[in-house]
């Protein structure tokens, strides 16, 4: 059963058309990144999960549930973080922790969720003199009260310094190993990088690509791109190594030391194995992954992409 | 269309609550943060005080000066009659002002996400709201009313309890009517602008319009427009029978429809004041012998509970069906 598949979702505001045919899922005990720049439709397919907002055509289900008819069952065994909310200025961060726990029915203790995100010195400040980056720790307690089984967080970095972020993905990382499935939206790429096992790419409303990290990696032209050293270089080696069918492009980068740059796709081994039955030797090969800022760039933009 | 699904999912879960149910449990738990963040909200503290002066002030000057009233044993009227007045036109506006951001306040801050996140129905919700800020108004009524007792308690000796609680009671009923108006109001929108011009057309409503409408229709049926007209009763005046002109029936009823006149009928029930000041006199002589059921007094208490349970319940139904 996956934790969250949303099938055909589309959702229209009149006459825009916020999501358009929106399908995937997400699998049990996986983290799962949900990017794609602002505007592009991540708070509205979170909203239709959450039910605060109604589907134009399509469903959702939650945990095996309907998240219409279901939504109060579903939002017992999940914890959300949601986007741009602000939070209560009159409450106490200790009261809203209590509040969640209340609402949840749970005994947790408001300290040791405070503390976890780093806000118990704040525990009985009121929350409207809170920071950005302190308000979005104490949302994020609120959602891990109850111990849910699966965590929605939307744009859980807004507002939080690099250290900030950091911990947040460490508590992500913590909550998945505990067996919480986690939903987590983002723009930028290498915060989902570093903690998720699937991603998929949202762009107007639509998924262009759902997949590893590895795999979109791979998915985009140049996933990988090879620097190889060698004693001499000579035009007839290089038109052969760009001949390689697994070779997107291959150039020149400098005589000193000769050095040939090479987009690769597959076998690394290909390249070389030519360059030296050339007769050229190899003094030194290096690889560098595409990086996956490039790879998501490549799918929002409008730069040509080969999808999937 | 997906019903194979649904029963499914139903079977997985333990228990089958659909999303639009209440939820008790739910409900005093958003009533209780509701009740907390009101508490703490200082343009509420600040029109309960104002609230509170006026009626300590009003109720001291009338105790002062009133001794010849005292010594007749008219007191707890001239308190009640009194302090039902300003109550009748404070409350709405204390009770308007606590409960226009409501629900647009959340949803413009976002913050409505936060309850929402929770396994909370989006009527829990509602109700929760409705409970929380209605007990603040409470608290609110009770500390002003206690200040004001005191100090016609100290001035005059004493005066009729229970007559006082029960003015108390009706005007945290009234006082809950207009709540239940201001958070349904506040729930068909998600804009605190427009939310608060709907509290001020409430006000308007029924401060100018309502309070206009006797002589509004009086008007329209003398000059014979459309469907008004008068109905002519004879009464006897002096000895002599004279033949006088009256509203017809639904007039009467609209006019009472308004909570503050609903509010001061429902007074002369349980209070023995005969100093409020009703909008329009209501005779049996002018109905051939008894008034109808829908103009005697006790039906002015079930309008003020139409004023509770339908704002808030049009607000349940519409709000389970909206986008946030």
């Given at each position: ?281 190899v003094r030194d090969f290096s690889t560098t992954e595409a990086s996956l800022d490039d790879v998501f ?12 | ?98 409960g226009w951001k409501a629900i647009a306040g959340e949803r413009e801050t976002g913050s409505i996400k ?211």
């Amino acid at each position: 059963m996956p934790a969250i598949r949303v099938d055909g979702l589309t959702k229209s505001y009149g006459q825009t058309l916020a999501l358009s045919d929106l399908s995937f899922e997400v699998h049990e005990g996986e983290v799962f990144g949900f990017l794609g720049p602002n505007g592009a439709g991540k708070s509205t397919t979170i909203n239709a999960i959450l039910d605060f907002i109604r589907p134009t055509a399509g469903r959702v289900e939650v945990l095996g549930m309907d998240a219409q008819s279901h939504s109060r069952d579903i939002r017992a065994r999940t914890g959300v973080l949601p986007e741009g909310v602000e939070t209560y200025d009159r409450l106490t961060g200790r009261e809203h922790l209590q509040f969640a726990i209340d609402s949840k029915g749970v005994g947790d203790d408001p300290e040791a969720l405070l503390e976890r995100v780093g806000l118990l010195d704040a525990a009985d400040k009121k929350a409207g003199g809170y920071s950005k980056g302190m308000s979005q720790r104490l949302m994020l307690a609120m959602a891990l009260v109850g111990q849910p089984e699966l965590l929605i967080l939307d744009e859980p970095s807004t507002g939080l310094d690099p250290n900030g972020a950091r911990e947040m993905r460490r508590i992500v990382s913590q909550e998945n190993e505990r067996g919480a499935t986690v939903f987590f939206s983002s723009h930028i790429m290498e915060q989902v990088e570093a903690v998720c096992d699937r991603v998929g790419i949202l762009r107007d409303g639509e998924m262009v690509a759902v997949d590893s990290v590895e795999g979109l990696r791979d998915s985009v032209g140049g996933g990988e791109s090879l620097r190889v050293t060698v004693d001499r270089i000579d035009d007839d080696a290089v038109q052969a190594v760009r001949s390689l069918s697994d070779v997107s492009s291959a150039a020149v980068d400098g005589k000193e030391p000769p050095t040939l740059v090479v987009q690769v796709d597959g076998s690394k081994t290909a390249v070389l194995s030519e360059l030296e039955e050339r007769g050229l030797e190899v003094r030194d090969f290096s690889t560098t992954e595409a990086s996956l800022d490039d790879v998501f760039q490549s799918y929002t933009t409008d730069r040509e992409v080969k999808a999937r | 269309m997906s019903s194979e699904t649904e029963t499914g999912a139903a079977a997985g879960s333990t228990a089958d609550s659909p999303s639009s149910s209440i939820n008790l449990e739910s409900v005093r738990t958003v009533a209780k943060k509701d009740f907390q963040d009101s508490m703490r909200s200082w343009v509420f503290w600040g029109l309960s005080v104002f609230f509170f002066t006026l009626l300590v002030t009003i109720t001291g000057v009338i105790a002062y000066f009133g001794e010849d009233i005292a010594a007749q044993g008219a007191t707890t009227d001239v308190l009640v009659g009194l302090v039902s007045e300003i109550t009748r036109l404070i409350i709405p506006l204390i009770a308007l002002v606590l409960g226009w951001k409501a629900i647009a306040g959340e949803r413009e801050t976002g913050s409505i996400k936060i309850l929402l996140s929770l396994p909370h129905s989006r009527k829990d919700v509602l109700l929760g709201k409705l409970i929380g800020r209605s007990a603040v108004l409470a608290i609110s009524l009770t500390v002003g009313f206690v200040l004001a007792a005191v100090v016609v308690a100290a001035l005059l000796g004493q005066f009729d309890v229970a007559d006082y609680a029960g003015l108390l009671a009706m005007s945290i009923l009234y006082g809950i009517a207009y709540t239940s108006i201001a958070v349904a109001l506040s729930s068909l929108t998600r804009s605190t602008t427009i939310a608060g011009a709907a509290m001020f057309g409430v006000f308007v409503l029924f401060y100018v319009v309502w309070n206009t409408l006797s002589n509004v229709v009086w008007l329209l049926a003398s000059r014979e427009i459309l469907f008004f007209d008068t109905v002519t009763y004879t009464t006897e005046i002096q000895g002599q029978s004279v033949e006088v002109e009256r509203h017809q029936d639904w007039v009467y009823f609209l006019v009472n429809m308004d909570p503050g006149e609903a509010f001061r009928r429902t007074l002369t029930l349980i209070t023995d004041a005969d100093l409020i000041e009703l909008q329009v006199e209501l005779n049996a002589e002018m109905f051939g012998g008894e008034l109808p059921f829908f103009l005697q007094d006790w039906f002015s208490f079930l309008i003020l509970l139409f004023w509770i349970v339908v704002p808030i319940a049009i607000a349940l139904y519409r709000f389970d069906r909206v986008d946030l």
